[in-house]
């Protein structure tokens, strides 16, 4: 499959906000920090996985991405960490373009679950315990290029759009992972 030129340029044009997330996220490498990453991955995954299931989806697009939040809720429970916390964020998930945009953050992060999940490991966390999420991310590769072909055969695709929409799902990550007060709803 010949590369997605699509990717490359919203990962160019996402760089910054990309690095600062990996940044805050982290290398944990004690129980604690991983479950400081479970709080804040679960508010971020639980509040955009019920963005995009309220999403207009266009009717030529029979492909859907990695839901995580009920492997997030579940690992949760497993860690003995309060329910994770719906936050509010304003994206525009009615525009093709957008929506695209949106979905390569999310699904992107299916690639450095790969890393994750090796952390978790280390730390005794798995498919059954505590990683469920991890797992389930890392666990198709056939998935992210089942994207691409997606995002490249998008008609009247709009990359300013797109990278708009990408840049704040990355700011409002960033947002998540610094908060110190995610707050239960």
């Known amino acids: 499959m ?5 990717r490359f340029e919203l990962r160019d044009r996402t760089r910054e906000g990309h690095d600062r997330l990996d940044a805050a996220v982290g290398a944990f490498g004690t129980l604690e920090a991983y479950c400081h ?15 995009l299931l309220n999403a207009v989806w266009p009717d030529e697009w029979r492909w859907r991405p990695t839901w995580v939040a009920d492997a997030l809720a579940d690992d949760t429970l497993d860690l003995k960490l ?3 916390s719906r936050q509010k964020v ?14 390569y953050v999310l699904e992107g992060s299916t690639l450095g679950a790969r890393v994750l999940r090796q952390r978790a490991l280390a ?16 666990n198709d590769i056939a998935q992210w290029q089942s994207f691409l072909v997606l995002l490249d055969s998008a008609p009247d695709f709009n990359i300013e759009r797109a ?20 707050v239960v709803q």
């Open 123 to 138: 730390l005794g966390l798995d498919e059954t315990f505590g990683a469920r999420h991890l797992a389930l991310m890392s």
């Open 2 to 6: 010949a590369p997605s030129q699509r």
């Open 90 to 103: 304003c994206l525009d998930l009615g525009d093709e373009s957008a929506l695209l945009g949106t979905l």
């Open 37 to 51: 990453y479970i709080a804040r991955i679960g508010s971020f995954r639980a509040t955009m996985d019920a963005a």
């Open 82 to 84: 309060p329910p994770a």
């Open 163 to 182: 990278a708009a929409s990408a840049n704040a799902v990355f700011a409002f990550a960033l947002r998540c992972f610094e908060s110190d007060c995610l």
